[in-house]
C-alpha cells in the first residue's frame, strides 16, 4: 500500500485546511486508516482513525469537535477537515494504514504502512 498525503499549509490561528491522503495498492476492508502528527522536539502523537470498513471514527481529546475524519471509498482517500485551527495544532501530518486490529486505533503499532508527511503551521 502507497500512501500520498497533501494539503498542509499555513494558516492564521482559527482557519481551517482539509489533508487528503490517497491510498493505492492492496487495499482491503479490513484496514483502518489514521493521521498521526509530530511537532518539534515531540513525539509523535494520534489524531484521528476511521474504519474502512464501517466508517466508525476516533479522535484525540485535544481534536474533537475541531476535526473531522471522512472516507471517500470510491477513490480509496481518507479527508481530515481541521477546523478552528491553534498553533499547537502546527506540526508534520502523517496519513497511516493498517488491519492489525489487536491494536487500538491511536496505538501506531496498528499500521503497517506510512505516508510521507504534509507540514501544517498554524500562526497566532
Known amino acids: 500500500v502507497q500512501l500520498q498525503a497533501s494539503g498542509g499549509g499555513l494558516v492564521q490561528a482559527g482557519g481551517s485546511l482539509r489533508l487528503a491522503c490517497a491510498a493505492s495498492g492492496r487495499t482491503g476492508s479490513s484496514y483502518r486508516m489514521a493521521w498521526f502528527r509530530q511537532a518539534p522536539g515531540k513525539e509523535r502523537e494520534f489524531v484521528s482513525a476511521i474504519s474502512w470498513s464501517d466508517g466508525s471514527t476516533y479522535y484525540a481529546d485535544s481534536v474533537k469537535g475541531r476535526f473531522t475524519i471522512s472516507r471517500d471509498s470510491a477513490k480509496n482517500t481518507v479527508h481530515l477537515q481541521m477546523n478552528s485551527l491553534k498553533p499547537e495544532d502546527t506540526a508534520v501530518y502523517y496519513c497511516?494504514?493498517?488491519?492489525?486490529?489487536?491494536?487500538?486505533?491511536?496505538?501506531?503499532?496498528?499500521?503497517?504502512?506510512r505516508g510521507q508527511g504534509t507540514q501544517v503551521t498554524v500562526s497566532s
Open positions: 497511516a494504514a493498517g488491519g492489525r486490529t489487536a491494536f487500538y486505533y491511536s496505538d501506531s503499532r496498528g499500521y503497517d504502512y
